[in-house]
């Protein structure tokens, strides 16, 4: 299976918005949940947000740092898991990473931070200068 590839990052002002875009061809019918994540040197990788099906519907998931701003969304005839970013501010500098978990997991955790994923792209990065 090939790794997913981010693109779309870039620099902006604040306000700004991006579009990011992670390749996942070889999982978008075969992925559990579909996470983006970012990370600044010296900080653990957080969840920004993460989509996943519960029968024949998709759920998403906002972390606080990205609710009302950004939106995931699993683009099929694109075979990509995409992150549209609005109002971006400096704090949302960072490198920006898709992950994919393929099996099932259960409990509240499931799905809610990085070890829970298995497969990871190589990051786009993301800066916002004021």
């Known amino acids: 299976q090939v790794q997913p590839v981010e693109s779309g990052g870039g620099s902006v002002q604040t306000g700004g918005s991006l579009r990011l875009s992670c390749g996942i061809a070889?999982?978008?019918?075969?992925?559990?949940?579909l996470g983006w994540f970012r990370q600044v040197p010296g900080k653990e990788r957080e969840i920004l947000a993460r989509?996943?099906?519960?029968?024949?519907?998709?759920?998403?998931y906002y972390d606080r740092s990205a609710s009302g701003r950004f939106t995931i969304s699993r683009e099929k005839d694109k075979k990509t898991l995409d992150l549209q970013m609005t109002s971006l501010k400096p704090d949302d500098t960072a490198m920006y990473y898709c992950?994919?978990?393929?099996?099932?997991?259960?409990?509240?955790?499931?799905?809610?931070?990085?070890?829970?994923?298995?497969?990871w792209g190589q990051g786009t990065q993301v800066t916002v200068s004021s």
């Open positions: 992950a994919v978990r393929t099996t099932y997991c259960d409990g509240i955790l499931c799905c809610r931070s990085a070890e829970h994923y298995e497969v």
């Open positions: 070889d999982y978008i019918d075969n992925s559990y949940c």
């Open positions: 989509i996943w099906n519960v029968g024949n519907n998709l759920n998403t």
